[in-house]
């Protein structure tokens, strides 16, 4: 049986992006709550996307991760699981007709509530006066309105990022396998995307064939299949507040191994991928399918050393590199890594971030990201392992199923100025569902050249 490190030792290897608590008697209280309370997700299913991620990286596979930014607990709701479903599942649908293999479908919500930052504090004007207070790290640490008071971390909000994300998939499993997700629905549903958007030309060829391959399954009766009325869903986060992690691994009654029950697929991020740091050392010890973030200041023997700690069995849907370059980076900085880890025979996917190495600052003062950057960079990644021969495993994207103005370009030619219109964020741009379907439609494009 693999041990799991106290979380006493975990925070003495001092590790990074981390709440500061003013009570630590409070934080034990929910800590131990937490170690009681239901999993989220199973073992079983963590095991069964491993099944699937080992097929992404023999090249037999394609994943979808998409969600939001980061989760707020006040849009736990119906509506916004709904909205999410709706996008992911349509985009889905083109980039399977595409690519002809399956698409794993992984969602970032149900656990992505919790944000690392560049800065611990944040400074504003208030009345004419600086304050600085300490930065919104997400509703799982503290509140994003700018008084001390929602500011201070608080303990409590794990319990209620707890609660969030169970009610979050329980929306999400009862509409997957309820009929929303019935092949024909959605099918309908990119059809009228089609016929509303400003490039309806654009993509008509590719929404017709879906929709004749459509009608020769219902032709021969394998449309009433059950698989074309349900669809496997998981979900995801960024591994990132230790006391939540840590409560929630589990040892499994089947195989006596440690999983981490708050989600099926969990990532280190770009900032606490530290070799001898507490996140490595935690994800290494769960038997859950796990992701690294990787950016330009990676090198070929970082990317080796993580796969050497975190999948020292090489066992194929194990390890997933998530590449997070920005467009002008990409095309240099890649192909040296996954030319190392092909030498090394290394069994891993590859996914595209193309979302947060192309943040900006417009003159307005938002936050955004340009599509056109953001497509640039998904090229770049098909570019890169259409040259070096291997398998372009998936696309990583931040966005939502509402119709926000949070990123400039695509085809609705959002700008600056239109960023106000509907900002509603709270950390970082997310595409709006007209231009995650834009972004499907391109990528199944590079996905057939592929």
């Given amino acids: 049986m693999s041990t799991v490190p106290s979380l006493e030792d975990l925070h003495a290897l001092r590790p990074a992006q981390q709440p500061s608590y003013p009570d630590a008697a409070a934080v034990d209280k929910v800590v131990a709550k937490l170690r009681t309370a239901p999993p989220l997700v199973f073992a079983g299913e963590c095991d069964e996307l491993t099944d699937k991620l080992a097929a992404v990286t023999r090249g037999e596979a394609f994943i979808l991760q998409a969600g939001d930014c980061a989760e707020t607990l006040e849009g736990a709701t119906a509506d916004n699981v709904r909205a999410k479903l709706r996008v992911i599942l349509q985009m889905a649908v083109v980039l399977t ?82 009929g929303y997700a019935d092949l024909r629905q959605v099918h309908t549903w990119n059809q009228d995307f089609i016929k509303d958007s400003p490039f309806a030309a654009k993509y008509e060829r590719l929404a017709g064939e879906i929709d004749r391959a459509m009608a020769f399954m219902q032709a021969i009766g394998v449309a009433d299949a059950d698989e074309f009325h349900r669809a496997d869903f998981h ?133 955004t990201r340009s599509f056109d950057d953001v497509l640039d960079e998904v090229q770049g990644f098909f570019d890169v392992h259409r040259a070096l021969g291997t398998w372009p495993g998936g696309l990583h ?25 509907r900002y509603e964020s709270v950390c970082d741009p997310r595409l709006n569902r007209v231009q995650s379907l834009e972004m499907a439609f391109l990528v199944a494009d590079m996905l057939r050249k592929a």
């Fill in 397 to 421: 994207v931040e966005l939502t199923g509402d119709n926000v103005t949070e990123c400039v370009g695509g085809g609705e030619q959002l700008s600056a100025a239109d960023l106000a219109t």
């Fill in 97 to 178: 007709y595409a690519s002809s293999v399956p698409v794993v479908k992984i969602g970032r919500l149900a656990g992505q509530y919790a944000k690392p930052r560049s800065k611990d504090t944040e400074t504003r004007l208030v009345e004419g006066v600086e304050v600085t207070l300490p930065a919104y790290r997400g509703d799982a640490v503290n509140g994003f309105d700018f008084t001390l008071e929602a500011r201070e971390p608080d303990p409590q909000r794990l319990l209620d990022v707890y609660h969030a994300s169970a009610s979050t998939l329980n929306l999400a499993r009862a509409f997957v396998t309820g």
């Fill in 235 to 367: 979900s995801s986060h960024e591994a990132l507040v230790l006391e939540y992690e840590h409560a929630l691994t589990r040892i499994d009654s089947r195989t006596e191994q440690p999983y981490d029950v708050s989600g099926h697929f969990v990532w280190i991020g770009e900032r606490t991928r530290q070799l001898d740091g507490a996140h490595v050392e935690l994800l290494s010890r769960i038997k859950n399918p796990i992701g690294v973030k990787l950016g330009p200041t990676t090198t070929p023997d970082d990317a080796i050393a993580l796969a050497a700690r975190l999948n020292p069995a090489n066992d194929p849907g194990r390890l997933t590199f998530i590449t997070r370059f920005g467009a002008s980076k990409i095309r240099d900085g890649l192909p040296p890594i996954i030319e190392k880890v092909q030498a090394e025979g290394l069994q891993v996917a590859w996914i595209t971030d193309p979302m947060h190495g192309n943040t900006f600052e417009a003159s307005s003062g938002y936050k």
